[in-house]
């Protein structure tokens, strides 16, 4: 059995860890901290399963994979359950499902698929932003803001490093052109949250609150943090500090020091994946791993800057440390398909 590098799983282990013990540290309810535990481990093991085979396989399900995705999301705005002002959810026996979460793996393979193929470029460019508008309005449409974003910043992404630049300048452009029809689009909280960005004093005890309450338990955690004598955190002043917000809780309990060990073990996770990314000569295969990195790149900076007022408030959760089965499954495939492509790439780089 192939293993996984070491460095990698010390840091799994580690984010892994950090989760946990924030939650336990934030006192949520029991049963939170037990589900997180148990994502964990499956996450694990689907690591695990993953290595089993030769990812090349997946290439041949990606359209089932994409339109199994259309239709969980089309579920999702027909039977979903609503929380937090959005219906993102569908509710199962035993847990609730978030496929917006799934839906980024499965384009990330999608858009891999199409700019590895064998046609033009301007069928692949066609082809690739045929099949993002679908799912990215399905999201929009719950609403999904957060997730919206982070899908098209990984479809610009490769296609920045895939095709001509026109395509990539062309779809700037008109993104750029179409902002005052988003804004029009915005629900009034997610515009809120904007104008809250800009100025979080503006509505201290409604749309600010999350955020200034944030700033107060990151700034009072100082160099080495508060561990057991928090107040912002144990008294929950932060709302949703066990998901969104668990980067406060981590600056307010383990302070500077924490924080930046927090970023180490992302640094080790990222460093591995672009060192995957420039051992391959696979088309397919870079492309996966460029999106999976862009997917955390993403996740991570607007979870941490929107916890420390430099970013909106978007609702995407810090990848492996906030709570949440949907997201830590996510997070776990990714890797996994990260892995595959290294134990792999020797195989990988004589193309199919």
């Not at 481990?41 to 085979?53: C, D, Q, S």
């Not at 301007?122 to 508008?133: D, M, P, R």
């Not at 080790?268 to 791993?289: A, D, Q, T």
């Amino acid at each position: 059995m192939k293993k996984i590098p070491l460095t990698l799983l010390i840091a799994l282990l580690a984010l892994s860890f950090i989760s946990l013990f924030t939650l336990y540290a934030t006192k949520v309810n029991f049963s939170l901290l037990k589900r997180q535990t148990l994502y964990i481990i499956i996450g694990f093991f689907i690591v695990y399963a993953m290595l089993l085979f030769d990812f090349r396989s997946l290439k041949y399900f990606v359209w089932l994979f994409y339109f199994t995705g259309i239709a969980a999301l089309i579920a999702v705005l027909v039977i979903g359950r609503g929380a937090y002002g959005a219906q993102r959810w569908i509710s199962l026996k035993v847990f609730s499902l978030q496929p917006s979460e799934f839906e980024k793996v499965i384009l990330i393979l999608f858009i891999s698929y199409i700019f590895s193929s064998d046609y033009s470029e301007i069928k692949k460019f066609i082809f690739s932003l045929i099949g993002i508008i679908l799912p990215a309005l399905l999201i929009f449409k719950e609403p999904d803001l957060g997730t919206t974003i982070i899908i098209f910043t990984i479809y610009l992404f490769l296609l920045l490093f895939s095709l001509d630049l026109k395509y990539f300048f062309s779809i700037v452009a008109a993104s750029l052109a179409s902002i005052p029809v988003a804004i029009k689009l915005l629900k009034p909280y997610q515009i809120s949250r904007v104008l809250t960005f800009l100025n979080p004093l503006r509505d201290p005890l409604g749309s600010g609150y999350n955020v200034i309450q944030s700033l107060i338990a990151v700034g009072a955690g100082r160099v080495t943090g508060k561990w057991f004598s928090s107040t912002q955190t144990t008294l929950h002043f932060v709302p949703v500090q066990y998901a969104d917000f668990i980067f406060s809780a981590i600056g307010e309990m383990e302070g500077f020091v924490g924080s930046l060990l927090l970023l180490f073990l992302y640094f080790i996770l990222l460093f591995f994946i672009i060192k995957v990314y420039r051992s391959l000569k696979n088309p397919f295969g870079k492309y996966i791993v460029l999106g999976v990195f862009v997917m955390f790149v993403t996740q991570i900076f607007i979870n941490i800057g929107m916890c420390i007022g430099i970013m909106p408030v978007t609702g995407i959760p810090l990848p492996f440390v906030s709570y949440g089965g949907s997201s830590m499954l996510t997070n776990f495939i990714a890797i996994g398909l990260v892995l595959n492509v290294y134990i792999y790439r020797e195989e990988i780089n004589i193309a199919l």
